[in-house]
């Protein structure tokens, strides 16, 4: 994508949750015991049966906590996105790199582009699957809408292939912001 002249310019922060601290884990880990119940994941007769099934409902609680930190990344970069729409609007240069329709607009994942092009740490988030994941619950579901497949297997394609077809419905020629021309802070909160 070309910006005319050789000036940088200064995005918004960037303000990501790093950690996730559920307040009702009790709750949570109730949740995911009545789930590794009701899918009858082990078999009645295994041996250690109850501390299987504890261990299992860990195991399902981490992966629902892994799953709620991408989405409030996810939410963190569309309002991110959000914000640079607005900084965009209010630089003349800047304005005609966007186009208007309804937000959040597919064109808009450039924006992400960007923050994978200037290696944003993440800690282990892919920022894809993090939006995907935004764009495809508006808030984050309690535990109990999921299954252990979603949980254990699903949520990965889910977010990454809802990213894809957010992403693919850009106008053509699809562009990259050049990120040696944007800066921004990365705030925790």
Not at 8 to 28: G, N
Not at 88 to 96: G, H, N, S
Request: glycine share 4%.
């Amino acid at each position: 994508m070309e910006i005319a002249g050789g000036k940088d310019f200064e995005l918004p922060p960037l303000m990501v949750h790093r950690t996730l601290h559920l307040s009702r884990l009790d709750k949570v880990m109730n949740m995911a015991e009545k789930i590794v119940e009701s899918e009858d994941m082990i078999p009645a007769a295994s041996a250690g049966l109850e501390q299987r099934k504890f261990e299992l409902a860990i195991n399902l609680v981490e992966q629902y906590q892994a799953m709620v930190l991408h989405w409030r990344w996810g939410d963190d970069i569309l309002e991110w996105i959000r914000q640079c729409e607005i900084t965009f609007e209010t630089r003349l240069e800047l304005r005609p790199l966007l186009c208007g329709d309804v937000w959040p607009h597919a064109g808009r994942s450039s924006f992400v582009r960007l923050l994978e092009d200037k290696s944003i740490p993440t800690e282990g988030i892919q920022m894809e699957k993090a939006v995907g994941l935004r764009l495809t619950f508006r808030q984050p579901p309690p535990i109990s809408c999921f299954s252990d497949q979603f949980l254990f297997y699903l949520n990965d394609p889910v977010g990454n292939s809802a990213y894809q077809a957010w992403a693919s419905k850009s106008p053509a020629p699809v562009s990259s912001l050049p990120p040696e021309r944007f800066t921004l802070q990365v705030v925790e909160m």
